[in-house]
C-alpha cells in the first residue's frame, strides 16, 4: 500500500526549533515526528512511501537516507518551490498513481486512528477522497451533509464559507485530523496548476463527486503546530507506552 507524508512545510508555528531544522526533524520524546508518521504508516500496513522535502531540504533528505526503514521511501523534492499540500500531492503523483488508493499523512500529526480501517473503509466505497474528521475545537472546519458526504468549509475566526451546493441546511462541522484516503482519479480531475491547497481542490470537486468524512471524534489526534502541544504529545505517547 503506498502513503505520503506531508513534511515539507517552513514549521513556522514550532519557531524556534525550526530555526536550524525541518519541522519534520522535531523530536518528540527522543523520536522525530517523521519517524513516529513512517512507524505509524508501517504498522498499519503501508511499504511504499514517498516524503515531500522544501525546508532544511538537504538536512531531510540526508536524514531519510542514513536510516533502514525497512520499506520502500521515496522523496518528492520541493526545494525550489514549496507547492502547499495539493501541489505537494500532484508534484509526487509519479510515485502515487496506480490502480489502488493512497493515503496522505501530515508529519505533525501524533493519534491513535486506526489507518488500515480509514484505508478499507474508502477502499469499499466509490468516493474520490475520505478524510479523516473529528469534533475538536479548530478555526477551520469543513462541513458535512447528514450523510457525511463533503458540502463546504469555513473559517471560524473570519466566517468566511464555501459552499458550493449553496444549500447551507443541516451541515455539520468537522475538524480535520490531516490524514486523508485518495483515488488515483483524482489526479484526471483536478485543474488547478502549481502551488494549491488540498482543501481548495476538495471543494471544487465535491459538488459532482463524492468525498466523504470519516468520524475519528473519538480518537486522539494532536496537531504538533505549537511548541507546548510537543508537552502534549510526549504525555500522551509515556502513557501509552506503559499500558
Given at each position: 500500500m503506498k502513503a505520503m507524508i506531508l513534511a515539507a512545510g517552513l514549521g513556522t508555528r514550532l519557531k524556534p526549533l525550526t530555526n536550524d531544522r525541518p519541522k519534520a526533524l522535531v523530536e518528540i520524546g527522543g523520536v522525530t515526528l517523521l519517524e513516529h508518521a513512517i512507524a505509524?504508516?508501517?504498522?498499519?500496513?503501508?511499504?511504499?512511501?514517498?516524503?515531500?522535502?522544501?525546508?532544511?531540504?538537504?538536512?531531510?533528505?540526508?536524514?531519510?537516507?542514513?536510516?533502514?526503514?525497512?520499506?520502500n521511501i521515496?522523496?518528492?523534492?520541493?526545494?525550489?518551490?514549496?507547492?502547499?499540500?495539493?501541489?505537494?500531492?500532484?508534484?509526487?503523483?509519479?510515485?502515487?498513481?496506480?490502480?489502488?488508493?493512497?493515503?496522505?499523512?501530515?508529519?505533525?500529526?501524533?493519534?491513535?486512528i486506526d489507518l488500515n480501517l480509514l484505508y478499507k473503509t474508502h477502499s469499499n466505497t466509490d468516493s474520490l477522497a475520505t478524510l479523516a474528521v473529528g469534533k475538536r475545537d479548530s478555526s477551520r472546519v469543513f462541513l458535512f451533509d447528514l450523510n457525511m458526504k463533503l458540502s463546504g468549509w469555513k473559517n471560524l475566526l473570519t466566517k468566511k464559507e464555501v459552499i458550493p451546493s449553496g444549500?447551507?441546511?443541516?451541515?455539520?462541522?468537522?475538524?480535520?485530523?490531516?490524514?486523508?484516503?485518495?483515488?488515483?482519479?483524482?489526479?484526471?480531475?483536478?485543474?488547478?496548476?502549481?502551488?494549491?491547497?488540498?482543501?481548495?481542490?476538495?471543494?471544487?470537486?465535491?459538488n459532482k463527486y463524492t468525498i466523504k468524512g470519516f468520524d475519528v471524534t473519538n480518537n486522539y489526534v494532536l496537531d504538533v503546530g505549537k511548541a507546548n502541544?510537543?508537552?502534549?504529545?510526549?504525555?500522551?505517547?509515556?502513557?501509552k507506552s506503559e499500558k
Open positions: 505509524k504508516l508501517i504498522d498499519s500496513g503501508f511499504d511504499e512511501i514517498v516524503i515531500n522535502v522544501h525546508h532544511f531540504s538537504e538536512m531531510l533528505i540526508s536524514f531519510i537516507r542514513s536510516k533502514d526503514f525497512g520499506v521515496y522523496i518528492s523534492d520541493e526545494s525550489e518551490w514549496l507547492l502547499d499540500t495539493g501541489g505537494g500531492i500532484f508534484h509526487a503523483s509519479n510515485f502515487l498513481i496506480g490502480d489502488a488508493p493512497f493515503l496522505v499523512h501530515n508529519v505533525d500529526i501524533i493519534t491513535d444549500n447551507h441546511e443541516q451541515l455539520t462541522e468537522y475538524a480535520f485530523a490531516g490524514i486523508h484516503v485518495i483515488s488515483p482519479d483524482v489526479f484526471n480531475l483536478i485543474t488547478l496548476k502549481g502551488s494549491f491547497s488540498i482543501v481548495d481542490a476538495y471543494l471544487s470537486l465535491c502541544s510537543i508537552v502534549m504529545a510526549e504525555e500522551y505517547l509515556r502513557v
